[in-house]
């Protein structure tokens, strides 16, 4: 059974870090594709930044520079690290795996949520000003 958990988000003021994490079990790590979306409120999710099982990176352009998104074999994790964050990166965020699909968060591919069956539960990040 393919489970992803988040184990929290966090409050950080404008120009501080967080990293995220998504624990995931019940699949072949390196056979998925991983994608950390987030949410505003009464908006759909938007991809933040993936990476395909083969390592390949993407970022969105809001993030790029700012954001990390790595893996961390050892713990069979998911992890986004967020620096120099912003109040307008204040969002659910959620990690979501699957596979064969395009393993991508590029212009045009930014509202593909719909393309991913497997979601941790989300973690709400807050960057105040």
């Known amino acids: 059974q393919i489970q992803l958990v988040e184990p929290g988000g966090g409050s950080v003021q404008a120009g501080g870090s967080l990293r995220l994490s998504c624990v995931a079990s019940?699949?072949?790590?390196?056979?998925?594709?991983m994608t950390w979306f987030r949410q505003f409120p009464g908006k759909d999710r938007e991809g933040v930044a993936s990476?395909?099982?083969?390592?390949?990176?993407s970022y969105a352009p809001s993030v790029k520079d700012r954001f990390t998104v790595s893996k961390d074999g050892a713990k069979h994790s998911l992890l986004l690290q967020m620096n120099n964050l912003r109040p307008e990166d204040t969002a659910m965020y959620y990690c979501?795996?699957?596979?064969?699909?395009?393993?991508?968060?590029?212009?045009?591919?930014?509202?593909?949520?719909?393309?991913?069956?497997?979601w941790g539960q989300g973690t709400q990040v807050t960057v105040s000003s």
């Open positions: 979501a795996a699957e596979s064969r699909i395009p393993c991508t968060v590029a212009p045009g591919w930014r509202l593909s949520s719909h393309l991913y069956n497997y």
């Open positions: 019940g699949f072949t790590y390196d056979d998925v594709c």
């Open positions: 990476i395909r099982g083969d390592g390949n990176l």
